[in-house]
């Protein structure tokens, strides 16, 4: 019997035998769904489209009134769209489910979830592949994240749990036990920085962190100039005791001396530039400024090469039988009595006698941004001094430009600690660098304070800047304003005042060996530089103070049975 096409209350389509076969559309009475397809023996049959109230359908495949086989379903309320097969009305088999943030899984379902295996992509980037059960990351997979980590191993609902391996971006990776997403268990850590930590972890943590850096021994050396110190490290836990785990944990060391603000009213020399370096703090209440610290081997490579900073061979800091290390050049300035003395002053000065000052025996005063070798006229009075021209002292090099430079030491190499333990070895702190400001304050500071301690009527030789060849008359105006009367200034005095042996003596009465750093207290810092930091944690730096005695002199003695002399330490 051929069908017809009946109109009903609900349906509109085409009929058999009283029952709705072939093509048509039905509205149920709840109004919320409406059907439009194929329909066999009065049920939904075939191909046909299931429309609901809010927007949502489903259009697909239908058996026996459900919905089964392939078909396309959205959801109105969250957006998802669904393509892939279904099994009485729900997503069961293989199938790609499309969330409006962009996150897409494309895999196995069961009963509307996602069970088995597949691959979950999310919207920040992050692919899943692997295992899933009840909606969730079960079993084995593997997931790139969005910042470029990569793991492979065991998931237990949705976190990583059991074995498993972790690369990170940065070049770490960790391989062993999970749990609940993080390291616990057994396993090793090969951070980018070259750390390595193998052992149990709880909760994402080694079991045995670091929590600090500690010196082995004292954290205050006493020691003389130039001679070497060595400084072991180990790296503890939170009880006090030592990380044999840790590693590779990359330590730098540096030194420095104490920051001085110069009080006011103070001069400096006008090359002084202010300093860009911020001061450090420690933990002696005061700040410091960086101060060279190397190693022995190379102060040992410059000395026998003559070559530190124009010092030269040992001096009397070291030995009473020393000799001046800076030679001395052959200069004739016609029959104008000459003196050659070593000053750390500009080319081109004018030194003055001048009242109220500290007699001529005291130090001229220093600048060490500009050591040079100067040749020093007396005028027919003797009371006025000019440097005429300047050589570069030994040890000093001039650059393309034809600026005079002092070579800086290099750094100690940083160190990486060994079952927990690090040591910097042969270390010695050298001559300061050029223009060090700290000495330079307390130079100028010492030299006031000498001023205004000094005996009024008595003379000292001060430096002021020469004037310009034009401006001639008027220097000798003024030089001739304050001349002294001969008798009273002695040429023997300003002859010794000159001298450049006298002057050394001064020097090192003061300073010491000055191939080496000055006496003084100096601070050393250890620092955890690895990089990047360990699980996002660097340690504490460490401090310690470096005292720097003067060199005990030297002297001959004549022993009592043999005519050998010896050298014996002078008596403080």
Request: charged residues 25%; negative net charge.
């Amino acid at each position: 019997m051929a069908s017809r096409v009946t109109r009903g209350q609900h349906y509109l389509g085409e009929t058999k035998k009283q029952l709705r076969e072939g093509y048509g559309m039905y509205k149920y009475s709840n109004s919320f769904f409406k059907y439009e397809g194929e329909w066999k023996e009065g049920k939904k049959h075939g191909h046909g489209k299931l429309l609901m109230a809010d927007g949502g359908y489903y259009e697909g495949e239908f058996v026996n009134g459900e919905i089964q086989g392939n078909g396309f379903r959205k959801w109105a309320v969250s957006g998802n769209t669904y393509s892939g097969q279904f099994e009485c009305g729900e997503m069961t088999g293989f199938g790609v489910l499309t969330c409006p943030d962009g996150t897409v899984y494309e895999g196995e379902f069961q009963n509307n979830m996602k069970e088995g295996h597949g691959i979950l992509k999310y919207a920040d980037g992050a692919v899943y592949e692997g295992s899933f059960h009840k909606n969730k990351r079960h079993g084995g997979g593997s997931q790139t994240y969005a910042n470029g980590d990569y793991f492979v191993g065991d998931w237990v609902y949705d976190q990583r749990q059991g074995g498993g391996e972790l690369r990170f971006a940065d070049g770490s990776v960790y391989e062993g036990q999970w749990r609940n997403g993080v390291f616990n268990g057994e396993g090793t850590l090969m951070h980018a920085s070259g750390m390595t930590y193998e052992g149990l972890w709880i909760n994402g943590r080694p079991k045995y962190e670091a929590k600090g850096l500690m010196v082995v021994g004292s954290t205050t050396f006493e020691l003389t100039q130039g001679t070497s110190f060595d400084i072991h490290i180990e790296v503890r836990q939170e009880d006090g005791e030592l990380v044999q785990l840790d590693v590779g944990r990359e330590l730098k060391i540096t030194a420095g001396f104490r920051h001085y603000t110069p009080s006011e009213g103070l001069q400096l020399p006008d090359m002084i530039e202010d300093v860009d370096e911020t001061p450090k703090e420690t933990p002696y209440g005061y700040e410091v400024i960086n101060y060279p610290i190397t190693i022995q081997s190379y102060l040992e490579d410059k000395l026998a090469q003559g070559d530190m900073a124009g010092i030269g061979p040992m001096t009397t800091a070291s030995t009473e039988n020393s000799t001046s290390a800076s030679p001395i050049p052959d200069f004739n300035l016609d029959d104008t009595p000459q003196i050659f003395v070593k000053v750390d002053v500009p080319p081109k000065i004018e030194i003055t006698n001048k009242e109220g000052m500290n007699d001529l025996t005291n130090e001229i005063s220093v600048n060490d941004a500009t050591e040079t070798m100067a040749t020093v006229v007396l005028n027919e009075s003797g009371t006025d001094v000019t440097v005429q021209d300047s050589i570069p002292s030994p040890g000093k090099y001039a650059n393309e430009d034809g600026k005079l430079e002092t070579p800086v030491p290099p750094p100690v190499n940083n160190q990486r600690t060994e079952n927990g333990k690090a040591s910097f070895k042969n270390l010695v702190l050298p001559r300061h660098p050029p223009g060090y400001l700290p000495f330079i304050v307390l130079d100028a500071e010492e030299d006031r304070k000498q001023k205004a301690t000094s005996s009024p009527g008595k003379q000292k030789a001060v430096v002021k800047p020469q004037l310009a060849p034009h401006e001639g008359a008027q220097t000798k105006q003024r030089r001739s304003s304050r001349a002294q009367p001969e008798d009273e200034i002695p040429d023997s005095l300003i002859a010794a005042k000159l001298d450049p042996k006298i002057q050394q003596a001064k020097r090192e009465r003061r300073y010491g060996d000055e191939r080496f750093a000055r006496p003084g207290e100096y601070v050393i810092m250890i620092e955890d530089v690895t990089m990047p930091a360990f699980l996002d944690t660097r340690l504490e730096p460490i401090f310690l103070l470096v005292k720097i005695n003067h060199q005990k002199k030297m002297k001959k003695v004549k022993s009592p049975k043999s005519s050998r002399h010896k050298m014996t330490p002078d008596k403080e």
